[in-house]
């Protein structure tokens, strides 16, 4: 999964105190639940573990944030329960069903776990979501799980129409402007958003010729700076920058080498992708840079909504959707403070 920035979303978090967590994109289907698959019965309290692999991100804390919010409506319990590596995971689904867990919503530190997963819920009469990252087989074809996860590739489309969008806006044209764009092409999930980025600017016409990729060692914004500075040394031709990447700490890197490079802040727009703390303290800053926006990624679907539709499931016998895909919000400095508030994160 794509990392996410702690600074930021910890600050949202001061009231929130939670035990451990995380996950990240995907796609599958209908969910063999195995054992008694009937509701449980209407006077029951039903108990929903939600596993994820980073209990120390703050994005996986805000799910369960969310999850526990679901639980206070319905009446329902959550269980909380960070499982970082993969061999700790079957373990820990043996104990939340001894402890009353009927159904589980996971984020495998593995996805190659899915089949061993969905025997292990199978034997022990769970009900099995999966949520943000999904579960395939040995094979890394999706398993017959019901998920509920980022559209990578969407996320990255809906960067490159705004990147499209902000320079007809400006009155750039395609021949003194080109798209840097940051990659990570080891990391499935980062490789479908920056191709979705380029997609969508060729789609309409943007010159493929003119989107110079910069491979980053590095996911944080010393390896993105490092990497877009390679690019901006070796095209000191170009008047206008599309800068993005997989993530928020990609295109501040690479605002930041552009800074280094003395373009002026009205020749760059640079979009991220999290609505992480480095994004919302640039928007803070007195004086606009490169930086353009970021898409807000919705952490409340993953939690509430997930939770919710594993309640009714075992309650009512509803199944959920086979799957759902959310996608995000574009968020730039004069909106971004009522973005946050209508997702229920503070500003």
């Known amino acids: 999964m794509i ?62 944030k969310f999850a526990k919010e679901a639980a206070d409506k319905d009446g329902f319990e959550i269980v909380t329960i960070g499982a970082p590596d993969g061999d700790q995971v079957l373990q820990k689904i043996e104990s939340a069903a001894a402890g009353g867990a009927k159904g589980l919503i996971i984020c495998s530190p593995d996805v190659k776990l899915g089949p061993a997963i969905l025997a292990r819920t199978d034997k022990l009469g769970m009900k099995l979501m999966s949520v943000d ?28 129409e705004a990147l499209d969008a902000e320079m007809k806006k400006r009155g750039w044209t395609t021949a003194d402007t080109a798209l840097l764009l940051v990659t990570r092409d080891e990391l499935d999930t980062a490789k479908e958003r920056t191709e979705g980025e380029a997609e969508s600017l060729t789609k309409v016409g943007f010159p493929a010729d003119k989107i110079y990729r910069a491979p980053e060692k590095t996911t944080d914004v010393p390896g ?28 501040l890197g ?17 979009i991220g ?6 994004v919302i303290d640039e928007f803070k800053k007195p004086q606009p840079s490169g930086l353009f926006g970021s898409i807000l990624l919705q952490a409340r679907r993953h939690g509430y909504d997930t939770a919710e539709a594993m309640f009714h499931w075992l309650k009512d016998g509803k ?20 973005v946050l508030a209508d997702s229920g994160l503070p500003g």
């Open 224 to 251: 993105s700076r490092d990497a877009a500075t390679v690019v901006l040394t070796q095209h000191p031709e170009v008047k206008h920058w599309h800068v993005t990447a997989m993530n928020d700490s990609g295109a």
């Open 133 to 160: 990252d999904q579960l395939v087989d040995e094979k890394g074809k999706p398993l017959d799980v019901h998920h509920l996860g980022i559209s990578a590739r969407k996320i990255g489309n809906t960067v490159g």
């Open 319 to 338: 199944e959920p959707a086979k799957i759902t895909y959310t996608d995000g919000v574009l968020i730039t400095r004069e909106n971004f403070k009522k």
């Open 254 to 270: 690479a605002v930041r080498a552009t800074e280094a490079y003395n373009l002026k802040p009205e020749n760059v727009v640079a």
């Open 3 to 64: 990392k996410v920035d702690r600074k930021y979303w910890g600050s949202l978090l001061g009231l929130v105190t939670l035990l451990a967590v995380g996950c990240g994109s995907g796609s599958s289907t209908d969910t063999a639940t195995g054992g008694d698959s009937k509701a449980v019965a209407s006077g029951d309290k039903p108990k929903i573990a939600f596993m994820v692999k980073q209990p120390e991100e703050p994005w996986f804390q805000l799910e369960w």
């Open 273 to 278: 992708i999290n609505g992480d703390t480095g």
